[in-house]
């Protein structure tokens, strides 16, 4: 089955930085990569997605990008704000099967 | 438009008893996924149910239980509960795109399950 692992664990970053955050998988197939955001007491939150027929996708503050030949995909923040402290997961998905996550990274923007 | 609505929020249960976990997808939506989330082991897969089919079963032992009813609506089941089962358990109700492969899998906020 899928297999991701993500990195770094933990994430700490001042106000105003950028952050990435990495994600590889192990099925070639995958063709699906949300990610998600879960803050204290909530559900993780669809936060951006990519198909595997696109490379790139960014939504103000957010991008992701997709390296189908390496099997990596990466979750950029710009500008980074308190607001943005949460655990972010990614995830892959192949055709029909369900979401296979990573362990997650815990973000912390001091102000 | 409300989203996944999970209940109860909490619940303590006793080892050996059995429990029932309630999820009401999106309106529209007929796909629910379970997720079991725990500290060490992060989001592992349950089950998912599609038109009150069951489509993708996770490793979970056949203590864990679900079903989908005509209205969409879910439920899971956890019988003779262990310690280990503490957990917070996540519903996530998602459409089909191009193809019928699902896609925007929105997770309501969980029930956290605390088995003392």
């Known amino acids: 089955g899928e297999n991701v692992e993500q990195h770094p664990s933990t994430l700490s970053v001042q106000e105003g930085d950028s952050a990435v955050i990495k994600c590889t998988y192990s099925d070639s197939a995958s063709n699906y990569f949300p990610w998600y955001k879960q803050e204290l007491g909530k559900g993780p939150q669809l936060i951006i997605d990519?198909?595997?027929?696109?490379g790139e996708k960014k939504d103000q503050r957010i991008a992701v990008t997709l390296n189908k030949t390496a099997k990596h995909f990466s979750l950029h923040i710009t500008e980074t704000q308190p607001e943005d402290s949460a655990v972010y997961f990614c995830?892959?998905?192949?055709?029909?099967?369900?979401?296979?996550f990573g362990k997650g990274t815990m973000l912390l923007v001091s102000p | 438009k409300a989203g996944v609505t999970q209940t109860p929020r909490y619940l303590i249960k006793t080892r050996g008893q059995q429990v029932t976990l309630s999820c009401s997808p999106i309106?529209?939506?007929?796909?629910v996924s379970w997720y079991q989330q725990t500290p060490g082991q992060g989001l592992q897969f349950l089950f998912e149910?599609?038109?009150?089919?069951?489509?993708n079963k996770g490793n979970f032992p056949g203590r864990f239980s679900g079903r989908q009813f005509s209205n969409s609506r879910s439920e899971m089941n956890v019988s003779t509960l262990e310690l280990g089962d503490s957990a917070l358990y996540l519903c996530a109700s998602s459409v089909p795109g191009t193809g019928g492969a699902n896609y925007g899998y929105t997770f309501g906020s969980g029930t956290r399950l605390t088995v003392v």
């Open positions: 309106s529209g939506h007929r796909s």
């Open positions: 149910y599609f038109s009150e089919t069951q489509r």
């Open positions: 990519i198909r595997s027929n696109v």
């Open positions: 995830a892959a998905r192949e055709g029909y099967s369900t979401l296979t």
